[in-house]
């Protein structure tokens, strides 16, 4: 917290206190992404490069992808215009995070089929490549999928079968696990694994990659 934050804190607690529980409720319908999103997309507004850093890295951490925070900036042209969204990217190209790379993002995504749901076995994660592109998919017992990227979130470093064991993955580069029934990153690291958007149609899954 800033200094002046933690000093009215101090000396005006009724009214700070009442102010965080209106910040905390206000946002009581929107989930953490959305949060983390707009979060971002405020620090860029008021051209706050520490609060970008900080806001950026908990996005990056609630599972917003790149590609994600790129299109909200975008969107929030009319708000912050070309001067403020390209001093986002300044800041974002000097902090060189991996997953900002241009050749990691998805622009040129496209849909493509990857298996038969029903070959999909639940409670299991699989691995299929598509393009030079992998993806793990995991079906829950009650035939709810979930894919993800192969690209570690921690340096995009390229995850394949030979790191799965059940339903852990374990990337090769620094060891970070990833629990892949939900993506939640549960050891070495900080970062859930990256979902990719996915679709079911006439018993096909298909992916976004
Ligand atoms: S790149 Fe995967 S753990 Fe570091």
């Known amino acids: ?24 409720k206000s946002g009581g319908s929107l989930d953490k992404k959305t949060i983390a999103i707009i ?3 405020t620090k860029v507004d008021k051209q706050t490069k520490k609060g970008f850093k900080q806001y950026l890295k908990r996005a990056l951490n609630e599972g917003v992808s790149a590609d994600e925070i790129i299109d909200a900036l975008l969107v929030a042209f009319p708000t912050l215009g070309l001067t403020k969204i ?3 990217m300044d800041i974002l190209i000097e902090m060189d995070l991996p997953e900002f790379k241009a050749e ?23 691995y299929f490549e598509l393009n030079g592109r992998g993806v793990f998919l995991y079906k829950d ?25 059940g339903n852990t993955l374990t990337c090769p580069k620094h060891a970070w ?10 050891e070495n690291g900080n970062r859930p694994l990256n979902r990719v958007k996915h679709k079911i149609e006439d018993g096909l899954v298909w992916v976004y990659i």
């Open 141 to 165: 017992t009650e035939n709810s999928i979930i894919a993800y990227d192969h690209r570690c979130p921690h340096q995009s470093t390229q995850i394949t079968s030979e790191s799965l064991q």
């Open 39 to 41: 979060s971002v997309i």
């Open 1 to 24: 917290m800033s200094e002046a934050l933690n000093y009215l804190l101090k000396i005006r607690p009724e009214a700070m206190q009442a102010y965080f529980s209106f910040v905390k």
């Open 104 to 126: 990691n993002l998805t622009a040129e995504a496209n849909w493509h089929q990857v298996v038969e749901v029903d070959d999909v076995i639940p409670d299991q994660t699989h």
């Open 86 to 88: 390209v001093w986002a």
């Open 177 to 186: 696990k990833f629990d892949t029934t939900n993506g939640h990153c549960i």
